[in-house]
Nanobody, 126 residues
Framework: QVQLAESGGGSVQAGGSLRLSCAASGYTYSTNCMAWFRQAPGKEREGVAGISTGDGSPYYADSVKGRFTISQDNAKNTVYLQMNSLKPEDTAVYYC???????????????????WGQGTQVTVSS
């Protein structure tokens, strides 16, 4: 059974920072792609950042480049999303996702992910 458990969401003011964590269990972690998606009210779920767990290659949506950093701790089977300079438009439910294929330049395609966490709310106030 594959499980992804997110933590670290919360409420911050614009310009603040948060770090999200995603702990994976029951999954062949070392050869897969893990990613963060987000969904704001009334909007489609969109890819935020991805990481190829085999070599650590990161991928980012243009909207978060330079502000967000995705990283991993293989020993803990955990992926992190460090979010700095947060903006009100970053407000959303953030989901961790994983798939068996490596990331590549199509890492942001939602339908290619096999496993999803329950989501964690991030609220940024102006």
């Amino acid at each position: 059974q594959v499980q992804l458990a997110e933590s670290g969401g919360g409420s911050v003011q614009a310009g603040g920072s948060l770090r999200l964590s995603c702990a994976a269990s029951g999954y062949t972690y070392s050869t897969n792609c893990m990613a963060w998606f987000r969904q704001a009210p009334g909007k489609e779920r969109e890819g935020v950042a991805g990481i190829s767990t085999g070599d650590g290659s990161p991928y980012y949506a243009d909207s978060v480049k330079g502000r967000f950093t995705i990283s991993q701790d293989n020993a803990k089977n955990t992926v992190y999303l460090q979010m700095n300079s947060l903006k009100p438009e970053d407000t959303a439910v953030y989901y961790c996702a994983a798939r068996e294929a490596t990331c590549g330049f199509l890492w942001y395609i939602r339908s290619t992910y096999n496993y999803w966490g329950q989501g964690t709310q991030v609220t940024v106030s102006s």
